[in-house]
């Protein structure tokens, strides 16, 4: 139950981490899962390419595809929209944050 719950709060923290990062460069899905492995998220494939669709339909990102070593890659950057998002989202983490720490 708890894991449930927790992967629920995590889900928003993993979809900023996703803005942030396309922000800076277009990225791939297994670069993004090996990414977020690092700060501790164990995502699946089944988990982030639902995530990434939903992302992309609602306007955050959008999708590149690129042919590398014979295979079409998919990349995803931001989009205006998910920029705007991404600098609100920031801005309410950052209260919540400041608050809740100690």
Do not use: C, N
Not at 25 to 43: K, Q, V
Not at 87 to 100: C, M, Q, V
């Amino acid at each position: 139950m708890q894991d449930k719950i927790l992967r629920k709060f995590f889900l928003g923290f993993i979809q900023i981490h996703i803005l942030h990062h396309a922000k800076k460069d277009p990225f791939y899905g297994s670069w993004m899962i090996e990414e977020l492995s690092e700060h501790g998220y164990d995502m699946s494939p089944g988990t982030l390419y639902p995530l990434l669709h939903s992302m992309e339909s609602t306007g955050l990102l959008e999708k590149d595809e690129k042919l590398v070593d014979g295979k079409i890659r998919k990349y995803y950057k931001i989009t205006d929209q998910g920029v705007e998002v991404l600098d609100e989202a920031r801005k309410k983490a950052y209260e919540l944050f400041k608050e809740i720490k100690d």
